[in-house]
Protein backbone atom coordinates (compact mmCIF):
# COMPACT_ATOMS: atom_id res chain seq x y z
CA UNK A 1 0.00 0.00 0.00
CA UNK A 2 2.96 2.43 0.52
CA UNK A 3 4.44 3.49 -2.84
CA UNK A 4 8.04 4.22 -3.07
CA UNK A 5 7.12 7.99 -2.43
CA UNK A 6 6.73 6.92 1.32
CA UNK A 7 10.87 6.73 1.91
CA UNK A 8 11.69 10.13 0.10
CA UNK A 9 8.35 11.68 1.71
CA UNK A 10 10.00 10.65 5.06
CA UNK A 11 13.61 11.73 3.82
CA UNK A 12 12.15 15.35 2.87
CA UNK A 13 9.90 15.26 6.28
CA UNK A 14 13.24 13.81 8.48
CA UNK A 15 14.54 18.01 8.81
CA UNK A 16 11.17 18.90 10.45
CA UNK A 17 10.79 15.87 11.76
CA UNK A 18 13.91 15.49 14.27
CA UNK A 19 12.93 17.29 16.92
CA UNK A 20 10.02 15.29 17.25
CA UNK A 21 10.98 11.89 16.80
CA UNK A 22 13.57 12.59 19.69
CA UNK A 23 10.49 13.15 21.46
CA UNK A 24 8.14 10.09 20.25
CA UNK A 25 10.86 7.77 20.13
CA UNK A 26 10.90 5.20 22.69
CA UNK A 27 13.40 5.75 25.50
CA UNK A 28 17.27 4.32 25.89
CA UNK A 29 18.43 0.93 24.86
CA UNK A 30 18.42 -0.73 27.90
CA UNK A 31 14.75 -0.56 27.96
CA UNK A 32 12.61 -2.80 26.65
CA UNK A 33 10.06 -1.10 23.50
CA UNK A 34 6.96 -2.80 22.89
CA UNK A 35 4.11 -2.45 20.44
CA UNK A 36 1.40 -3.69 21.87
CA UNK A 37 -2.37 -4.19 22.29
CA UNK A 38 -4.02 -2.41 25.46
CA UNK A 39 -3.97 -5.60 27.19
CA UNK A 40 -0.07 -5.53 27.01
CA UNK A 41 -0.14 -2.40 29.48
CA UNK A 42 -1.86 -3.86 32.67
CA UNK A 43 0.64 -2.73 35.43
CA UNK A 44 -0.33 -6.33 36.47
CA UNK A 45 1.17 -7.93 33.19
CA UNK A 46 4.36 -5.65 33.25
CA UNK A 47 5.94 -5.05 36.62
CA UNK A 48 7.02 -8.17 37.65
CA UNK A 49 8.80 -8.48 34.42
CA UNK A 50 9.98 -4.84 34.91
CA UNK A 51 11.05 -5.64 38.67
CA UNK A 52 12.98 -9.11 37.90
CA UNK A 53 14.88 -7.74 35.43
CA UNK A 54 15.47 -3.76 36.36
CA UNK A 55 14.32 -2.27 33.15
CA UNK A 56 11.43 -0.51 32.31
CA UNK A 57 9.04 -1.23 29.39
CA UNK A 58 7.81 1.29 27.53
CA UNK A 59 4.87 0.79 25.57
CA UNK A 60 2.89 2.14 22.72
CA UNK A 61 -0.98 0.73 21.95
CA UNK A 62 -2.11 0.36 18.63
CA UNK A 63 -5.34 -1.00 16.81
CA UNK A 64 -5.36 -2.59 14.06
CA UNK A 65 -2.21 -4.46 12.31
CA UNK A 66 -1.98 -1.54 9.15
CA UNK A 67 -1.63 1.20 12.09
CA UNK A 68 0.75 -0.89 13.89
CA UNK A 69 2.84 -0.86 10.50
CA UNK A 70 2.21 2.58 10.04
CA UNK A 71 4.02 3.74 13.73
CA UNK A 72 6.77 1.30 12.89
CA UNK A 73 7.34 2.84 9.28
CA UNK A 74 7.68 6.20 11.17
CA UNK A 75 10.10 5.06 13.51
CA UNK A 76 13.69 4.25 13.16
CA UNK A 77 15.55 1.41 12.61
CA UNK A 78 15.94 -0.38 16.21
CA UNK A 79 13.11 1.73 17.94
CA UNK A 80 10.98 -1.40 18.87
CA UNK A 81 11.62 -4.43 20.03
CA UNK A 82 8.57 -6.93 20.56
CA UNK A 83 5.53 -6.49 18.37
CA UNK A 84 1.90 -7.66 19.41
CA UNK A 85 0.02 -8.58 16.19
CA UNK A 86 -2.69 -10.93 14.36
CA UNK A 87 -1.20 -14.41 14.02
CA UNK A 88 -3.20 -13.91 10.41
CA UNK A 89 -0.67 -11.04 9.43
CA UNK A 90 2.50 -12.49 10.38
CA UNK A 91 3.51 -12.86 7.32
CA UNK A 92 2.83 -9.66 6.54
CA UNK A 93 5.41 -8.33 8.69
CA UNK A 94 7.49 -11.12 7.15
CA UNK A 95 7.41 -9.70 4.54
CA UNK A 96 8.32 -6.51 5.39
CA UNK A 97 11.41 -7.74 6.64
CA UNK A 98 10.30 -6.68 9.73
CA UNK A 99 10.67 -10.19 12.39
CA UNK A 100 13.72 -11.99 13.90
CA UNK A 101 12.89 -15.87 13.58
CA UNK A 102 11.95 -17.02 16.95
CA UNK A 103 14.53 -19.78 18.64
CA UNK A 104 11.59 -22.64 18.73
CA UNK A 105 13.43 -24.62 21.26
CA UNK A 106 13.73 -21.79 23.82
CA UNK A 107 10.11 -20.95 24.06
CA UNK A 108 7.57 -23.77 25.57
CA UNK A 109 5.62 -24.85 22.20
CA UNK A 110 4.68 -28.11 23.78
CA UNK A 111 2.68 -26.21 26.15
CA UNK A 112 0.02 -24.31 23.43
CA UNK A 113 -3.10 -25.72 22.14
CA UNK A 114 -2.49 -27.52 19.08
CA UNK A 115 -5.12 -25.52 17.24
CA UNK A 116 -3.93 -22.28 18.61
CA UNK A 117 0.06 -22.30 16.87
CA UNK A 118 -1.48 -21.42 14.13
CA UNK A 119 1.55 -22.53 12.18
CA UNK A 120 0.38 -21.45 8.72
CA UNK A 121 0.71 -18.08 9.63
CA UNK A 122 3.48 -17.89 11.97
CA UNK A 123 5.99 -20.09 10.08
CA UNK A 124 7.05 -18.22 6.96
CA UNK A 125 9.71 -20.70 4.58
CA UNK A 126 10.14 -23.35 7.64
CA UNK A 127 11.18 -20.06 10.26
CA UNK A 128 9.34 -19.29 13.15
CA UNK A 129 8.56 -15.27 13.52
CA UNK A 130 5.37 -15.28 15.80
CA UNK A 131 4.09 -17.47 18.58
CA UNK A 132 0.58 -17.54 20.16
CA UNK A 133 0.05 -15.81 23.28
CA UNK A 134 -3.87 -15.60 23.72
CA UNK A 135 -6.72 -16.16 22.01
CA UNK A 136 -10.62 -16.45 21.85
CA UNK A 137 -13.63 -16.44 19.66
CA UNK A 138 -15.79 -13.81 17.69
CA UNK A 139 -19.09 -15.65 18.08
CA UNK A 140 -22.26 -14.48 19.85
CA UNK A 141 -21.83 -12.67 23.44
CA UNK A 142 -25.55 -12.11 25.18
CA UNK A 143 -27.05 -11.27 28.30
CA UNK A 144 -28.34 -14.41 29.56
CA UNK A 145 -31.28 -12.80 31.82
CA UNK A 146 -32.97 -10.90 28.33
CA UNK A 147 -32.22 -13.71 25.65
CA UNK A 148 -33.37 -16.83 25.20
CA UNK A 149 -29.98 -19.15 24.99
CA UNK A 150 -30.96 -21.14 22.88
CA UNK A 151 -31.54 -19.17 20.26
CA UNK A 152 -28.01 -18.07 20.67
CA UNK A 153 -27.10 -21.57 19.53
CA UNK A 154 -27.90 -20.90 16.12
CA UNK A 155 -26.50 -17.70 13.65
CA UNK A 156 -29.94 -17.39 12.25
CA UNK A 157 -31.66 -15.85 15.36
CA UNK A 158 -29.43 -12.54 14.59
CA UNK A 159 -31.62 -12.34 11.68
CA UNK A 160 -34.64 -12.97 13.65
CA UNK A 161 -36.82 -9.98 13.93
CA UNK A 162 -37.37 -11.03 17.24
CA UNK A 163 -34.32 -9.49 18.52
CA UNK A 164 -34.64 -6.41 15.81
CA UNK A 165 -32.96 -3.62 17.64
CA UNK A 166 -31.22 -5.31 20.52
CA UNK A 167 -28.52 -6.05 18.95
CA UNK A 168 -24.64 -4.71 18.36
CA UNK A 169 -21.90 -5.38 16.24
CA UNK A 170 -18.82 -5.78 16.19
CA UNK A 171 -17.21 -3.58 14.18
CA UNK A 172 -14.56 -5.71 12.78
CA UNK A 173 -15.03 -6.37 9.25
CA UNK A 174 -12.80 -10.11 9.26
CA UNK A 175 -14.29 -11.44 11.80
CA UNK A 176 -17.90 -10.57 10.89
CA UNK A 177 -17.21 -11.53 7.46
CA UNK A 178 -16.52 -14.46 9.07
CA UNK A 179 -19.35 -15.30 10.75
CA UNK A 180 -21.57 -14.56 7.85
CA UNK A 181 -19.31 -16.61 5.75
CA UNK A 182 -20.08 -19.59 8.66
CA UNK A 183 -24.15 -19.04 8.67
CA UNK A 184 -23.91 -19.60 4.84
CA UNK A 185 -22.06 -22.83 5.06
CA UNK A 186 -18.68 -21.22 4.15
CA UNK A 187 -14.90 -22.29 5.18
CA UNK A 188 -13.25 -19.30 6.35
CA UNK A 189 -10.25 -20.34 4.46
CA UNK A 190 -11.45 -20.65 1.35
CA UNK A 191 -13.34 -17.66 0.98
CA UNK A 192 -13.37 -15.45 -2.73
CA UNK A 193 -14.68 -12.92 -4.56
CA UNK A 194 -17.99 -14.94 -5.70
CA UNK A 195 -19.04 -15.44 -1.99
CA UNK A 196 -19.17 -11.63 -1.58
CA UNK A 197 -22.26 -11.31 -2.78
CA UNK A 198 -23.82 -14.16 -0.76
CA UNK A 199 -21.97 -12.56 2.52
CA UNK A 200 -23.30 -8.95 1.98
CA UNK A 201 -27.21 -10.17 1.43
CA UNK A 202 -26.35 -12.00 5.21
CA UNK A 203 -24.25 -8.64 6.33
CA UNK A 204 -27.03 -6.31 5.32
CA UNK A 205 -29.93 -8.01 6.88
CA UNK A 206 -27.92 -8.86 10.40
CA UNK A 207 -27.12 -4.47 9.92
CA UNK A 208 -31.13 -3.67 9.06
CA UNK A 209 -31.98 -6.02 12.67
CA UNK A 210 -29.36 -4.06 14.80
CA UNK A 211 -28.88 -1.10 16.83
CA UNK A 212 -24.90 -0.38 16.43
CA UNK A 213 -22.13 -1.11 14.66
CA UNK A 214 -19.27 -0.33 17.39
CA UNK A 215 -15.73 -0.46 18.07
CA UNK A 216 -14.26 -2.55 21.17
CA UNK A 217 -15.18 -0.21 24.04
CA UNK A 218 -18.73 1.28 22.46
CA UNK A 219 -19.88 -2.58 21.99
CA UNK A 220 -18.51 -3.83 25.41
CA UNK A 221 -20.43 -0.55 26.71
CA UNK A 222 -23.38 -1.04 24.74
CA UNK A 223 -23.70 -4.68 26.06
CA UNK A 224 -22.55 -4.06 29.58
CA UNK A 225 -25.22 -1.42 29.92
CA UNK A 226 -28.18 -3.19 28.18
CA UNK A 227 -28.19 -0.73 25.37
CA UNK A 228 -28.28 -4.09 23.47
CA UNK A 229 -28.56 -7.60 24.56
CA UNK A 230 -26.29 -9.50 21.59
CA UNK A 231 -23.26 -8.58 20.38
CA UNK A 232 -22.08 -9.85 16.95
CA UNK A 233 -18.43 -10.92 16.99
CA UNK A 234 -18.52 -10.65 20.99
CA UNK A 235 -17.19 -13.61 23.35
CA UNK A 236 -14.96 -14.29 26.00
CA UNK A 237 -12.92 -10.99 25.37
CA UNK A 238 -16.12 -8.99 26.15
CA UNK A 239 -18.24 -11.25 28.68
CA UNK A 240 -15.36 -12.69 30.97
CA UNK A 241 -14.05 -9.25 32.33
CA UNK A 242 -17.32 -8.49 33.01
CA UNK A 243 -18.35 -11.29 34.78
CA UNK A 244 -18.03 -10.43 38.56
CA UNK A 245 -19.80 -7.12 37.88
CA UNK A 246 -22.28 -8.94 35.88
CA UNK A 247 -22.79 -12.51 35.64
CA UNK A 248 -25.51 -13.01 32.89
CA UNK A 249 -23.31 -11.93 30.29
CA UNK A 250 -22.62 -15.10 28.34
CA UNK A 251 -21.33 -16.17 25.07
CA UNK A 252 -22.01 -18.99 23.08
CA UNK A 253 -20.25 -21.10 19.63
CA UNK A 254 -23.30 -21.51 17.96
CA UNK A 255 -23.85 -24.53 15.84
CA UNK A 256 -22.42 -22.95 12.61
CA UNK A 257 -19.26 -22.20 14.73
CA UNK A 258 -16.78 -19.25 15.58
CA UNK A 259 -14.38 -17.20 14.22
CA UNK A 260 -10.97 -17.85 16.29
CA UNK A 261 -8.96 -15.27 16.72
CA UNK A 262 -5.38 -15.25 17.80
CA UNK A 263 -2.79 -12.56 18.58
CA UNK A 264 1.14 -13.62 18.72
CA UNK A 265 3.73 -11.74 20.07
CA UNK A 266 6.97 -11.33 17.56
CA UNK A 267 10.30 -9.78 17.91
CA UNK A 268 11.92 -6.86 15.37
CA UNK A 269 14.58 -8.06 13.16
CA UNK A 270 16.26 -4.46 14.25
CA UNK A 271 15.84 -4.56 17.58
CA UNK A 272 18.99 -3.67 19.91
CA UNK A 273 18.16 -5.86 22.83
CA UNK A 274 17.15 -8.95 21.24
CA UNK A 275 18.42 -10.98 24.54
CA UNK A 276 15.61 -8.97 26.48
CA UNK A 277 12.75 -9.09 24.13
CA UNK A 278 13.53 -13.08 24.25
CA UNK A 279 13.36 -12.56 27.87
CA UNK A 280 10.16 -10.74 27.67
CA UNK A 281 8.48 -13.02 25.24
CA UNK A 282 9.45 -16.01 27.99
CA UNK A 283 7.93 -14.46 30.41
CA UNK A 284 4.42 -13.65 28.93
CA UNK A 285 4.43 -17.18 27.57
CA UNK A 286 5.29 -18.53 31.28
CA UNK A 287 2.44 -20.25 33.15
CA UNK A 288 2.59 -16.53 35.82
CA UNK A 289 2.57 -14.20 32.31
CA UNK A 290 -0.19 -16.36 30.72
CA UNK A 291 -2.27 -15.83 33.51
CA UNK A 292 -1.61 -12.45 33.98
CA UNK A 293 -2.13 -11.77 30.33
CA UNK A 294 -5.51 -14.02 29.87
CA UNK A 295 -6.68 -11.37 32.74
CA UNK A 296 -5.68 -8.44 31.80
CA UNK A 297 -7.65 -5.85 32.77
CA UNK A 298 -8.40 -4.23 29.55
CA UNK A 299 -10.00 -7.73 28.02
CA UNK A 300 -9.70 -11.14 29.14
CA UNK A 301 -9.03 -13.72 26.53
CA UNK A 302 -8.14 -18.07 26.50
CA UNK A 303 -3.89 -18.03 27.39
CA UNK A 304 -2.66 -19.77 24.37
CA UNK A 305 -0.78 -22.20 26.95
CA UNK A 306 -2.71 -24.75 29.01
CA UNK A 307 -0.33 -24.55 31.56
CA UNK A 308 -1.44 -20.95 32.63
CA UNK A 309 -1.37 -20.54 36.24
CA UNK A 310 -5.37 -19.45 36.40
CA UNK A 311 -7.36 -20.59 39.73
CA UNK A 312 -10.69 -22.27 39.16
CA UNK A 313 -12.51 -18.97 39.38
CA UNK A 314 -10.58 -17.85 36.40
CA UNK A 315 -10.83 -21.22 34.39
CA UNK A 316 -14.71 -21.33 34.71
CA UNK A 317 -15.36 -17.79 33.71
CA UNK A 318 -12.95 -18.66 30.51
CA UNK A 319 -14.94 -21.75 30.15
CA UNK A 320 -11.43 -23.74 29.62
CA UNK A 321 -13.09 -27.23 30.25
CA UNK A 322 -14.98 -26.25 27.02
CA UNK A 323 -11.89 -25.51 24.76
CA UNK A 324 -11.15 -28.53 22.85
CA UNK A 325 -15.31 -28.71 22.08
CA UNK A 326 -14.78 -24.77 20.98
CA UNK A 327 -11.81 -25.16 19.09
CA UNK A 328 -13.26 -28.29 17.16
CA UNK A 329 -16.23 -26.52 15.76
CA UNK A 330 -14.17 -22.63 15.07
CA UNK A 331 -12.45 -22.06 11.89
CA UNK A 332 -9.60 -19.33 11.84
CA UNK A 333 -10.20 -15.55 10.21
CA UNK A 334 -10.39 -14.80 7.03
CA UNK A 335 -6.68 -14.32 5.88
CA UNK A 336 -7.93 -12.64 1.55
CA UNK A 337 -5.53 -11.71 -0.42
CA UNK A 338 -4.33 -8.18 -0.97
CA UNK A 339 -7.33 -7.33 -3.67
CA UNK A 340 -9.66 -9.36 -2.13
CA UNK A 341 -8.92 -7.80 1.25
CA UNK A 342 -10.07 -4.72 -0.30
CA UNK A 343 -13.20 -6.29 -1.85
CA UNK A 344 -13.76 -6.88 1.83
CA UNK A 345 -13.23 -3.48 3.57
CA UNK A 346 -15.85 -1.95 0.96
CA UNK A 347 -18.32 -4.61 1.34
CA UNK A 348 -18.14 -3.41 5.49
CA UNK A 349 -18.04 0.27 4.20
CA UNK A 350 -21.35 -0.59 1.93
CA UNK A 351 -22.53 -2.58 5.17
CA UNK A 352 -21.90 0.97 7.75
CA UNK A 353 -23.86 3.22 5.07
CA UNK A 354 -26.79 1.18 4.57
CA UNK A 355 -29.90 2.08 6.19
CA UNK B 1 11.22 40.75 6.96
CA UNK B 2 8.97 40.47 10.14
CA UNK B 3 7.10 38.37 8.08
CA UNK B 4 9.70 36.03 7.42
CA UNK B 5 9.39 33.86 10.80
CA UNK B 6 5.03 33.25 10.36
CA UNK B 7 6.11 32.58 6.62
CA UNK B 8 7.94 30.22 7.80
CA UNK B 9 5.91 28.97 9.89
CA UNK B 10 3.02 28.51 6.83
CA UNK B 11 5.56 26.88 4.67
CA UNK B 12 6.97 24.07 7.26
CA UNK B 13 2.97 23.27 8.92
CA UNK B 14 0.85 23.94 6.08
CA UNK B 15 2.27 24.21 2.64
CA UNK B 16 4.71 21.36 3.29
CA UNK B 17 2.26 19.10 4.44
CA UNK B 18 -0.19 19.94 2.26
CA UNK B 19 1.84 19.23 -1.00
CA UNK B 20 3.00 15.84 0.55
CA UNK B 21 -0.49 15.16 0.63
CA UNK B 22 -1.85 16.28 -2.37
CA UNK B 23 1.28 13.96 -3.96
CA UNK B 24 0.28 11.07 -1.83
CA UNK B 25 -2.87 11.15 -2.86
CA UNK B 26 -2.05 10.80 -6.31
CA UNK B 27 0.16 8.07 -5.83
CA UNK B 28 2.92 10.05 -6.74
CA UNK B 29 5.98 7.62 -7.69
CA UNK B 30 9.43 8.97 -7.40
CA UNK B 31 10.54 7.52 -10.80
CA UNK B 32 7.14 9.03 -12.24
CA UNK B 33 3.85 8.39 -12.62
CA UNK B 34 0.58 9.93 -10.78
CA UNK B 35 -3.03 8.53 -10.80
CA UNK B 36 -6.44 10.02 -9.82
CA UNK B 37 -7.50 6.42 -8.94
CA UNK B 38 -8.06 7.93 -5.23
CA UNK B 39 -10.35 10.89 -6.39
CA UNK B 40 -12.04 8.27 -8.95
CA UNK B 41 -12.72 5.58 -6.55
CA UNK B 42 -14.47 8.40 -4.36
CA UNK B 43 -17.17 10.11 -6.85
CA UNK B 44 -17.93 6.43 -8.22
CA UNK B 45 -18.45 3.99 -4.69
CA UNK B 46 -21.57 5.14 -3.60
CA UNK B 47 -20.54 4.22 0.23
CA UNK B 48 -17.87 7.29 -0.21
CA UNK B 49 -19.83 10.09 -1.76
CA UNK B 50 -22.73 9.18 0.84
CA UNK B 51 -19.94 9.98 3.70
CA UNK B 52 -20.12 13.25 1.92
CA UNK B 53 -23.25 13.53 1.73
CA UNK B 54 -24.03 12.51 5.14
CA UNK B 55 -21.23 14.97 6.77
CA UNK B 56 -22.80 17.89 4.99
CA UNK B 57 -26.43 16.83 6.21
CA UNK B 58 -25.53 16.49 9.65
CA UNK B 59 -23.22 19.54 9.58
CA UNK B 60 -25.79 21.78 8.51
CA UNK B 61 -28.03 20.21 10.46
CA UNK B 62 -26.09 21.46 13.65
CA UNK B 63 -25.13 24.76 12.07
CA UNK B 64 -28.54 25.41 11.80
CA UNK B 65 -30.00 24.90 14.99
CA UNK B 66 -26.96 26.04 16.47
CA UNK B 67 -27.34 29.53 15.28
CA UNK B 68 -31.00 29.35 16.14
CA UNK B 69 -30.40 28.45 19.43
CA UNK B 70 -27.59 30.83 20.27
CA UNK B 71 -29.04 34.08 18.76
CA UNK B 72 -32.02 34.04 21.56
CA UNK B 73 -29.13 32.86 24.26
CA UNK B 74 -26.89 35.88 22.88
CA UNK B 75 -29.98 38.04 23.10
CA UNK B 76 -30.99 36.99 26.34
CA UNK B 77 -26.91 37.68 27.82
CA UNK B 78 -26.40 40.88 26.30
CA UNK B 79 -29.89 42.53 26.86
CA UNK B 80 -31.24 40.97 29.91
CA UNK B 81 -28.77 40.36 32.02
CA UNK B 82 -26.96 43.16 34.06
CA UNK B 83 -23.93 44.06 33.04
CA UNK B 84 -22.46 42.77 36.32
CA UNK B 85 -23.57 39.41 36.05
CA UNK B 86 -22.60 39.21 32.20
CA UNK B 87 -19.35 38.27 32.67
CA UNK B 88 -20.70 35.60 35.41
CA UNK B 89 -22.91 34.53 32.51
CA UNK B 90 -20.68 34.23 29.91
CA UNK B 91 -18.31 31.87 32.32
CA UNK B 92 -21.48 29.20 32.73
CA UNK B 93 -21.92 29.68 28.73
CA UNK B 94 -18.22 28.26 27.94
CA UNK B 95 -17.89 25.65 31.00
CA UNK B 96 -18.52 22.85 28.25
CA UNK B 97 -15.51 24.11 26.53
CA UNK B 98 -13.42 22.93 30.14
CA UNK B 99 -14.26 19.10 29.66
CA UNK B 100 -12.67 16.65 27.36
CA UNK B 101 -14.63 15.96 24.15
CA UNK B 102 -14.54 12.35 24.81
CA UNK B 103 -15.99 12.67 28.31
CA UNK B 104 -18.52 14.51 27.14
CA UNK B 105 -19.42 12.75 24.09
CA UNK B 106 -19.72 9.69 26.09
CA UNK B 107 -21.46 11.16 28.63
CA UNK B 108 -24.36 12.45 26.50
CA UNK B 109 -23.99 8.91 25.13
CA UNK B 110 -25.31 7.49 28.94
CA UNK B 111 -27.93 10.25 28.50
CA UNK B 112 -29.42 9.69 26.11
CA UNK B 113 -28.88 5.37 26.27
CA UNK B 114 -31.95 2.80 26.53
CA UNK B 115 -32.14 3.03 30.29
CA UNK B 116 -30.35 6.95 30.38
CA UNK B 117 -32.08 10.02 31.77
CA UNK B 118 -34.44 11.18 29.14
CA UNK B 119 -35.99 7.72 28.18
CA UNK B 120 -36.33 7.40 32.23
CA UNK B 121 -38.15 10.93 32.57
CA UNK B 122 -40.09 10.36 29.44
CA UNK B 123 -41.57 6.72 30.53
CA UNK B 124 -41.97 7.98 34.25
CA UNK B 125 -44.05 10.59 32.84
CA UNK B 126 -46.22 8.38 30.31
CA UNK B 127 -44.93 9.87 27.26
CA UNK B 128 -43.85 6.76 25.70
CA UNK B 129 -44.83 3.08 26.88
CA UNK B 130 -41.19 2.04 25.29
CA UNK B 131 -37.65 3.21 25.25
CA UNK B 132 -37.09 5.53 22.28
CA UNK B 133 -33.37 4.97 20.42
CA UNK B 134 -32.02 8.38 21.01
CA UNK B 135 -28.83 6.97 21.44
CA UNK B 136 -26.23 5.15 18.45
CA UNK B 137 -28.47 7.59 15.77
CA UNK B 138 -28.06 10.93 14.05
CA UNK B 139 -29.83 12.36 16.12
CA UNK B 140 -27.53 11.85 19.03
CA UNK B 141 -24.57 12.97 17.01
CA UNK B 142 -26.57 16.03 16.37
CA UNK B 143 -27.27 17.03 19.96
CA UNK B 144 -23.61 16.38 20.95
CA UNK B 145 -22.83 18.66 18.24
CA UNK B 146 -25.21 21.31 19.44
CA UNK B 147 -24.35 21.32 22.84
CA UNK B 148 -21.08 22.31 22.36
CA UNK B 149 -21.14 24.30 19.18
CA UNK B 150 -24.30 26.41 20.65
CA UNK B 151 -21.61 28.21 23.03
CA UNK B 152 -19.19 29.03 20.49
CA UNK B 153 -21.84 30.77 18.78
CA UNK B 154 -23.30 32.44 21.65
CA UNK B 155 -19.71 33.64 21.94
CA UNK B 156 -19.38 35.60 18.62
CA UNK B 157 -22.99 36.62 18.05
CA UNK B 158 -22.83 38.18 21.80
CA UNK B 159 -19.39 40.22 21.00
CA UNK B 160 -21.69 41.10 17.52
CA UNK B 161 -24.63 42.16 19.92
CA UNK B 162 -22.31 44.47 22.14
CA UNK B 163 -20.65 46.22 19.52
CA UNK B 164 -23.83 47.38 18.06
CA UNK B 165 -24.42 51.38 18.50
CA UNK B 166 -27.27 51.51 21.14
CA UNK B 167 -28.63 54.66 18.92
CA UNK B 168 -29.16 52.10 15.64
CA UNK B 169 -32.16 50.96 17.71
CA UNK B 170 -33.59 54.19 19.04
CA UNK B 171 -33.48 55.61 15.76
CA UNK B 172 -34.84 52.75 14.59
CA UNK B 173 -37.99 53.33 16.77
CA UNK B 174 -37.88 57.43 16.22
CA UNK B 175 -38.58 56.05 12.80
CA UNK B 176 -41.74 53.99 13.69
CA UNK B 177 -40.10 50.79 13.27
CA UNK B 178 -41.96 48.43 16.28
CA UNK B 179 -39.63 45.55 17.92
CA UNK B 180 -39.66 42.85 15.42
CA UNK B 181 -39.59 45.34 12.26
CA UNK B 182 -36.35 46.79 13.86
CA UNK B 183 -34.75 43.57 14.78
CA UNK B 184 -35.10 42.20 11.17
CA UNK B 185 -34.50 45.03 9.45
CA UNK B 186 -31.80 46.79 11.76
CA UNK B 187 -30.36 44.35 14.63
CA UNK B 188 -30.25 41.33 12.52
CA UNK B 189 -28.49 42.34 9.43
CA UNK B 190 -26.04 43.77 11.92
CA UNK B 191 -25.15 41.39 13.64
CA UNK B 192 -25.12 38.73 10.65
CA UNK B 193 -21.22 39.39 10.51
CA UNK B 194 -21.10 37.42 13.77
CA UNK B 195 -23.92 34.98 12.75
CA UNK B 196 -21.77 34.12 10.60
CA UNK B 197 -17.94 34.20 11.65
CA UNK B 198 -20.08 31.69 14.29
CA UNK B 199 -21.74 29.47 11.57
CA UNK B 200 -18.12 28.76 9.65
CA UNK B 201 -16.75 28.03 13.07
CA UNK B 202 -19.24 25.46 13.46
CA UNK B 203 -19.49 24.08 10.21
CA UNK B 204 -15.28 23.61 9.90
CA UNK B 205 -15.01 21.84 13.07
CA UNK B 206 -17.85 19.89 12.85
CA UNK B 207 -17.58 18.19 9.44
CA UNK B 208 -14.31 18.03 10.46
CA UNK B 209 -14.88 15.96 13.71
CA UNK B 210 -13.98 12.04 14.06
CA UNK B 211 -15.06 11.63 18.26
CA UNK B 212 -18.94 13.14 18.22
CA UNK B 213 -20.17 10.86 15.28
CA UNK B 214 -17.94 7.84 16.24
CA UNK B 215 -19.26 7.62 19.83
CA UNK B 216 -23.01 8.84 19.57
CA UNK B 217 -23.48 7.83 16.07
CA UNK B 218 -23.32 4.16 16.46
CA UNK B 219 -21.29 3.64 13.30
CA UNK B 220 -24.91 3.07 11.53
CA UNK B 221 -23.39 5.51 8.88
CA UNK B 222 -20.56 7.00 7.97
CA UNK B 223 -19.53 10.30 8.15
CA UNK B 224 -16.28 11.91 6.08
CA UNK B 225 -13.86 11.71 8.87
CA UNK B 226 -14.69 8.28 10.07
CA UNK B 227 -14.15 7.09 6.50
CA UNK B 228 -10.99 8.65 6.44
CA UNK B 229 -9.60 7.19 9.55
CA UNK B 230 -11.02 3.79 8.07
CA UNK B 231 -8.41 3.83 5.58
CA UNK B 232 -5.77 5.00 8.04
CA UNK B 233 -6.75 2.45 10.51
CA UNK B 234 -7.73 -0.46 9.11
CA UNK B 235 -5.95 -0.09 5.47
CA UNK B 236 -3.11 2.14 6.18
CA UNK B 237 -4.15 3.32 2.82
CA UNK B 238 -2.42 7.12 3.33
CA UNK B 239 -3.02 7.65 -0.76
CA UNK B 240 -6.87 7.39 -0.08
CA UNK B 241 -7.35 8.95 2.98
CA UNK B 242 -5.08 12.20 1.89
CA UNK B 243 -7.72 12.25 -0.75
CA UNK B 244 -10.35 11.92 1.11
CA UNK B 245 -9.35 14.82 2.84
CA UNK B 246 -8.34 16.80 0.07
CA UNK B 247 -11.80 16.36 -0.85
CA UNK B 248 -13.18 17.42 2.68
CA UNK B 249 -10.67 20.80 2.47
CA UNK B 250 -12.50 21.74 -0.80
CA UNK B 251 -15.50 21.56 0.62
CA UNK B 252 -14.25 23.45 3.39
CA UNK B 253 -13.15 26.48 1.30
CA UNK B 254 -15.60 26.24 -0.75
CA UNK B 255 -17.44 27.35 2.59
CA UNK B 256 -15.22 29.66 3.29
CA UNK B 257 -15.16 31.36 -0.46
CA UNK B 258 -18.94 31.87 0.50
CA UNK B 259 -18.87 33.28 4.18
CA UNK B 260 -15.85 35.20 2.58
CA UNK B 261 -18.05 36.69 -0.04
CA UNK B 262 -21.37 37.42 1.84
CA UNK B 263 -19.20 39.25 4.69
CA UNK B 264 -17.60 41.16 2.30
CA UNK B 265 -20.72 42.80 1.00
CA UNK B 266 -22.25 42.91 4.15
CA UNK B 267 -19.41 45.17 5.07
CA UNK B 268 -19.50 47.38 1.73
Given at each position: MFTSFMPSLKRGACAAAIASIAVISPAAAADLNALIWCDHADPALLKPFEDANGIKVNVKEFEGTGAGFAIVDQSQPGDWDVMVIDSIDIPRGVEKGLFEPLPEEQL?????YAEVTMDGSTKVDGKRYGITEKFGYNTIGFNNSKVDAADMQSMNSLLDAKYKGRIAIYDYYLPIIGMAALSIGKKTTEL????LPAIKEVLLKMKANSKLVGEVTASQTALATGEVDILVGGGEWVTAGLAKENPALDFSVPKEGAILWSQSLAMF?????KDMALKFIQYVMSPEGQARLATSSCYWGMPASKAAALDDAQKKILRVAEQPEFLKRSQPYPAPSAELDKKMQDLWTEMLQSQ | MLVTPALLWTLLFFVAPFVAMALLSLNFQAEGGMTVANYSQFFTNPSYYRAMVNSLQVTGMVTLISVLLAYPFAWILAEQIPPRLQRLALLLAIL????SYVVRSYSWLLVLAQNGVVNDALLRTGLVTEPLQ???TRAATIIGFVHFFVMLLTLTIFASLKQLNPSYRKAAADLGAGPIRSFLYVILPLTLPGVVVGAFLTFVLAIGDYITPQILGGNNELLMPQLIMMQI?????FPLASALALILMAVVTIAYIACARWLKIERT
Open positions: PFADLTEADSASKN | PFWTLANGRRGD
